[in-house]
């Protein structure tokens, strides 16, 4: 899904990204990334309530 990042200015190396996503029948519906990595505005869980 190549969603890693690297967060070493922060002192946590390698991670991976801030997102949501949303797989019917093992088809993604939504997939939402936050940017910045540090700020959970898209990947929260009354965003993804929002989308059901």
Same mark, same amino acid.
């Given at each position: 899904? =190549?969603?890693?990042? %690297?967060l #070493?200015?922060?002192?946590?190396?390698?991670? =991976? @990204? @801030?997102?949501?996503?949303?797989?019917e029948?093992?088809?993604?519906? =939504?997939?939402?990334?936050d #940017?910045?990595?540090?700020?959970?505005?898209?990947s %929260?869980? =009354?965003?993804?309530?929002?989308?059901?």
């Amino acid at each position: 899904m =190549s969603q890693d990042c %690297n967060l #070493d200015r922060l002192g946590l190396a390698l991670r =991976s @990204r @801030r997102y949501a996503m949303i797989v019917e029948d093992g088809v993604v519906k =939504s997939l939402d990334v936050d #940017d910045p990595v540090e700020v959970a505005e898209v990947s %929260n869980a =009354s965003k993804v309530l929002e989308k059901l």
